[in-house]
């Protein structure tokens, strides 16, 4: 499995940006794929995520209500759909995905339940 994040640059506070990930290597519409990000001196944490089906989205509190996670399982592709940016907004975001399942929410949060991982895509947003 290959992930392909893209769609980063630089954004003033209060705009919007939409990150796609485009999944390769393996059948798409099996897989939960998830959204992390870094920022500088930071450890890597848990955004949002959406299921195989698509249904349930899980966010992270700090961007709950502002970004949007969705999947287009006919052209095997993730996006976040991110608004209302702030600067603390700003880190580098990874896609990643995982055949791994679980009746917990707090399990979709941990990095180590993910197996594929892609590139990263750079956001920054600006005061």
């Known amino acids: 499995v290959q992930l392909q994040a893209s769609g980063g640059g630089l954004v003033q506070a209060g705009g919007y940006l939409r990150l796609s990930c485009a999944f390769s290597?393996?059948?798409?519409?099996?897989?939960?794929m998830g959204w992390f990000r870094q920022a500088p001196g930071r450890e890597r944490e848990f955004v949002a995520r959406?299921?195989?089906?698509?249904?349930?989205?899980y966010y992270a509190e700090s961007v709950k209500g502002r970004f949007t996670i969705s999947r287009d399982n006919d052209n095997n592709m993730v996006h976040l759909q991110m608004n209302s940016l702030k600067p603390e907004d700003t880190a580098v975001y990874y896609c990643?995905?995982?055949?791994?399942?679980?009746?917990?929410?707090?399990?979709?949060?941990?990095?180590?339940?993910?197996?594929?991982w892609g590139q990263g895509t750079e956001l920054t947003v600006s005061s």
């Open positions: 959406r299921g195989w089906s698509g249904r349930i989205p």
């Open positions: 990643a995905a995982t055949l791994r399942t679980s009746d917990s929410i707090a399990y979709y949060y941990r990095l180590s339940t993910y197996d594929y």
């Open positions: 290597g393996g059948t798409f519409s099996r897989y939960d």
